[in-house]
């Protein structure tokens, strides 16, 4: 059962413009939200997190928003830039609980 | 200094063979993790050790044993793997889990491991 799912496998935007990454998730316990971004043969980087308290978190050119009604997050990258072409994973946590439930990730590409 | 090291980078072994995987985190984390990754799919917790005591193990088979000798450093020995436990194997590490953050991991790059 795929607690946390990310529908779009892949998603190709031009520098410059915005990206947007989806995720949704089914598990109401889950109170905190990361995106994790990945290059090949690399460990997934941590890149932003929001509370289950907050609907909008901003860092820099990343800002993720929060539709708990929906149980949907999303991931806003302003302006695309060629070196964020990566596999972007998004992870939630319920509780005070150490594990992490990751999707299945989306892999950006940034044209020039 | 945000850096989680893993060696080796790459191993190849047997069915018969025993060998371990490393990782170092200078970070003062005290809250240590082992994933599995498999291509195409989303990294899998296997353990997590908190204050060098294993407090999560997700039902991983007794081949795979967990050391946490000190709380820089994370050990994952393997005995007798079979070709399916193929995958990229990560180390995370997050503060301790009074921290208000300690949900945010700070992954290692993995050791790709092939058993043949």
């Known amino acids: 059962d795929q607690q946390v799912k990310q529908n779009s496998p892949s998603l190709s935007v031009q520098e410059g413009r915005i990206s947007i990454l989806n995720c949704d998730y089914t598990?109401?316990?889950?109170?905190?939200f990361l995106w994790y971004k990945k290059y090949p043969a690399e460990g997934p980087t941590f890149l932003i997190s929001?509370?289950?308290?907050?609907d909008k978190n901003e860092d820099g050119r990343f800002t993720v928003f929060l539709n708990k009604s929906a149980k949907h997050l999303s991931l806003h990258i302003v302006p695309s830039q060629p070196g964020d072409s990566a596999v972007y994973f998004c992870?939630?946590?319920?509780?005070?609980?150490?594990?992490?439930?990751f999707g299945t990730g989306t892999r950006l590409q940034v044209t020039l | 200094d945000t850096e989680v090291t893993q060696t080796p980078k790459h191993l190849v072994m047997g069915m018969t063979n025993k060998k371990s995987l490393k990782c170092e985190q200078h970070?003062?984390?005290?809250?240590m993790y082992w994933y599995k990754q498999k291509a195409k799919k989303p990294p899998e917790l296997m353990f997590v050790?908190?204050?060098?005591?294993?407090?999560i193990n997700e039902s991983v088979p007794s081949r795979f044993s967990p050391e946490c000798p000190n709380s820089s450093l994370l050990n994952l020995h393997l005995h007798a793997l079979q070709p399916e436990d193929s995958a990229l194997y990560l180390c995370?590490?997050?503060?301790?889990?009074?921290?208000?953050?300690?949900?945010?991991?700070?992954f290692g790059p993995g050791t790709r491991l092939t058993v043949t």
């Open positions: 992870a939630a946590r319920a509780g005070t609980a150490s594990k992490l439930t």
């Open positions: 929001i509370s289950s308290i907050k």
């Open positions: 995370a590490s997050s503060q301790s889990v009074t921290s208000r953050r300690y949900y945010e991991q700070y």
């Open positions: 598990n109401s316990m889950f109170d905190y």
């Open positions: 970070m003062g984390h005290r809250a």
């Open positions: 050790y908190s204050y060098e005591k294993l407090s």
